[in-house]
């Protein structure tokens, strides 16, 4: 990532990684069939563990599983990795629009659980603009708690602020 954020995504190449991690260009090939598997390594662990959180409790609904993922993010995340993650997506901002089958997965996992918040159909646009404003805040978020604020201080706060999206959206299907 660091590569990425110095040189540019295009401009890294598979040999300059392995370079500076002190391997052979194989070696580097045989755990990251592609530059674009390296880039997003990191978010893929992110969503790889959301995943898992949803379907380690399926009874728990979206907020809450959601909660219960932000706990367990808040010490799971190495904040020098993520400073190279942002730095990576600053330098290279079309890599933020990449997805991945982790991503991809992690999306199709949560997207029942918000549509049962909200109460509306699985395809209803506003569901789309929930998941878009909670995947922002997340953003933020995350930005604030690396920023040295506590995450404790953050959450409670953050979380009520979801309910209030979940909520807002819930009563445009009743009314």
């Not at 990425?4 to 598979?14: H, K, L, M, P, S």
């Not at 580097?28 to 563990?49: C, G, M, N, Q, T």
């Not at 991503?103 to 949560?110: K, M, S």
Request: aromatic share 6%; charged share 15%; glycine share 6%.
């Amino acid at each position: 990532m660091r590569l990425f954020a110095e040189q540019g995504y295009d401009g890294t190449t598979i040999a300059d990684i392995a370079a500076a991690a002190d391997v052979a260009p194989r070696t580097v090939s045989l755990y990251f069939p592609s530059k674009h598997d390296i880039a997003l390594s990191v978010p893929d662990e992110i969503a790889s563990r959301l995943t898992a959180v949803f379907r380690r409790h399926p009874a728990s609904g979206f907020l809450d599983a959601l909660d219960i993922w932000l706990r367990g993010e808040a010490d799971a995340l190495d904040p020098q990795l993520v400073a190279l993650l942002t730095a990576m997506y600053e330098a290279n901002p079309a890599l933020k629009a990449h997805g991945s089958s982790q991503i991809e997965e992690a999306v199709r996992v949560t997207g029942p659980a918000l549509a049962a918040a909200t109460g509306l159909p699985a395809g209803h646009p506003m569901n789309a603009v929930v998941s878009a404003a909670v995947g922002a805040a997340l953003s933020q978020y995350f930005a604030a708690v690396l920023g040295h604020q506590s995450a404790a201080d953050l959450h409670t706060a953050f979380m009520d602020c979801l309910r209030a999206l979940v909520d807002t959206a819930r009563r445009s299907a009743a009314g």
